[in-house]
C-alpha cells in the first residue's frame, strides 16, 4: 500500500536549521516540531538567520518540481536592509547583478523589487536598531534561489539585509502563520497554488 503523502509548511524561526538534526550550538527543525511524521522532511532551505516559509513533506516528486532550476518557481521575499536604496541601486537589482556564488561569478535573473511597509512582529532577538537607525523594507521577488542570494544581492547595491522572510512561494503565502506555526496542508490545494497541476 502507497504511503500518505503528506504536506505541510511551516514559519521557520530565526536561528533555526532547516533540517531536523541539531548541529553544533544551533537547534534543527526537531527541536520546534516535535510530533512530525518521521518520513518528512523540508524542501529546499532558508539560512539559518532567516525567516518564513518552508514546505515540509514526504512527496519526492514535489521536491523536484520545485528544485529543479529549469522550472523557474518564484519566491518573494520581504527584505529590511540598511539605509533606504536609490533609483539606481533598485534599478540594479531588478535588471540583475554580478554575485559571487561557490567562487564563480553569477549574474542574477531579473526581479521584482518594492518598497513595502509590512505589518509584522518583531524578530527574536530584534535587529540591533540603534547600530543600523535607518532601515527600509523591500518585496523582493526572484524566480532563482542560489545560496544567499538575496543577502548577496542586497550587499552589491549597498544595503547589506537585516532582515529576510520568505513569505511565497508562486501562491503558496506564508500568513497568516506566525513564527514557530505550522499547518497542514491537502495535496490539492499546494500543487494548486505552487502553479504545479
Known amino acids: 500500500m502507497a ?68 522550472h523557474g518557481h518564484s519566491r518573494t521575499y520581504w527584505v529590511e536592509v540598511e539605509g533606504v536604496p536609490d533609483k539606481n541601486a533598485l534599478n540594479n537589482l531588478r535588471k540583475g547583478v554580478d554575485i559571487n556564488v561557490s567562487g564563480k561569478t553569477h549574474r542574477t535573473k531579473p526581479a521584482q523589487i518594492k518598497f513595502i511597509n509590512p505589518e509584522i512582529s518583531e524578530r527574536n532577538p530584534p535587529v540591533n536598531y540603534q547600530k543600523h537607525p535607518e532601515r527600509s523594507w523591500l518585496e523582493i521577488q526572484l524566480t532563482e534561489g542560489k545560496n544567499r542570494q538575496v543577502r548577496r544581492m542586497t550587499a552589491k547595491v549597498g544595503h547589506p539585509t537585516l532582515r529576510l522572510i520568505r513569505v511565497g512561494i508562486e501562491n503558496l503565502r506564508l500568513e497568516p502563520l506566525q513564527s514557530g506555526d505550522i499547518t497542514q496542508i491537502s495535496e490539492k490545494i499546494i500543487y494548486k497554488k505552487l502553479n504545479l497541476l
Not at 11 to 28: C, D
Not at 55 to 66: G, P
Open 3 to 70: 504511503k500518505k503523502k503528506l504536506y505541510f509548511i511551516i514559519h521557520k524561526p530565526y536561528k533555526v536549521l532547516s533540517q531536523f538534526s541539531n548541529e553544533g550550538n544551533n537547534i534543527g527543525l526537531g527541536e520546534v516540531y516535535r510530533d512530525l511524521p518521521k518520513d518528512v522532511y523540508p524542501v529546499g532551505r532558508l539560512d539559518l538567520d532567516s525567516e518564513g516559509l518552508l514546505i515540509l513533506t514526504n512527496d519526492k516528486s514535489l521536491n523536484n518540481s520545485l528544485l529543479n532550476p529549469k
